[in-house]
């Protein structure tokens, strides 16, 4: 048994480093010279800049990964300032409270608001189907939850729109509480150690460290290998790259796409045109990351939190900003601060598709306003535009996740954080079951052998 991964993002290459020690004999392809896929940290005149995710939600297995790497000491945890995280509204910050009960015990909410949720106990689960984030919160919640949690969060983290995710597929934890306990609240006291806000980490160097510790023990990466055609012949899987190599007449037993949506679709096409078809459904929205740095003398604003997010009520131009110098230092001077801010996501596309200059205008002239900055332009901006930026876990992804399913049955996996999850804990926990799952399936050797 041979297993062909097609795509050095972290799914694939944390695919690789569990079926290697496994014992099971794989080929990763990934067609570019860097791994990592959306994790790429730069440094860039003396500044140290995240171009995909800034820090990681530590998780037992994303722990044990780091200890086996041996990369204990390059963790670099969020400062204490980490655990304070804000809300824009009626034009100022507000602190969001760190879990869910404190929200009813501060002036976040209204005591309209208030008893409204204390109700939710009593609402009776329902099975809804396509019910959205936004149809699920009204139902058990109120509407009063909608506009300053809800929404500024969906947006944050999956850069989507609540009136389109769905619950069941986002955040399957919520509806599984309503549907085992009868009410998410009842959920939630069964899972005390719930919080608005987890621990996160990078490191020293950024957050590309991980993908290339993770590269760095593997004995089958390819890099500079673009899959470009995949043929199926009596079972077997067969990899036509663009460079010609030892691998292109190589038939491998089981075929694991660890690519986005729509290359992964492109390359469907022929063998299987079907799941191609619903791939290329699948929606990433737009989104510019845009660093900006000042000198701490020129911000009024204290920074002292993880970082802001934006309702859309207040009809901002970001999606919000991560405070990351105060979260981790080595980011710029000490005299300086930075800010990472996002423009776009799936409310917010036509922003991100703005003219570069006036986006980096507007995202100055944004921060002055709210961070009371006297500068007429930052020390240092930069940008990076993803025209494909977070799968949208909406209705049109449903039919993907079906027909994956389906496809294992013929050895064609998903590795991908379009099935396993968005954040990068979530992609390296799938890619460690799936390994264990591709495992299962091995032959068992006979007697003679």
Known sequence: MRVAIIGAGISGLALAYYLQKLGIPYDLFEAGERVGGNIQTIQESGYLLELGPNSLQSTPELQALIRELKLEQEVVPTAQAGNHRYILRDGSYEKLPTNPFSLLSNNFFSWKTKL?????????????????????????????????????????????????????????????????????????????????????????????????????????????????????????YIISCSTTGDHDNEEYTMLVLALPALPAA?????????MAAALQNIHYPPMAIVHSVYNRRDVSHDLDGFGALHPKAECPFTVGSIWSSSLFDGRCRPHEVLVTSFVGGAQYEENALTDKDKLLDCVHKELAEKYGITTDKPVFQHMHFMEHSIPQYDMYIEDAHEMAKQLEQDGLFIAANWQAGVSVPSCIRHAKELAHKINLKRPTPSIAE
């Open 116 to 236: 409204r949720i204390l109700k939710e106990k009593d609402v009776p689960p329902a099975d809804i189907d396509y019910e959205t984030i936004t149809q699920f919160f009204e139902r058990r919640f109120g509407p009063g939850v909608i506009d300053y949690v809800v929404n500024p969060y969906i947006s944050g983290v999956y850069g989507g729109d609540p009136e389109k995710l769905l619950i069941h597929k986002a955040f399957p934890m919520l509806k599984e509480m309503e549907t085992r306990y009868g009410s998410v609240l009842k959920g939630l006291m069964h899972h005390k150690s719930v919080h608005l806000t987890h621990e996160n980490i990078s490191f020293a160097n950024g957050m590309q460290t991980l993908p290339e510790a993770i590269a760095d023990k593997l004995i089958s990466l390819h890099t500079g290998h673009r899959v470009e055609m995949i043929t199926r012949n009596q079972g077997k």
């Open 266 to 274: 492109d390359l469907l096409h022929y063998t299987f045109p079907g």
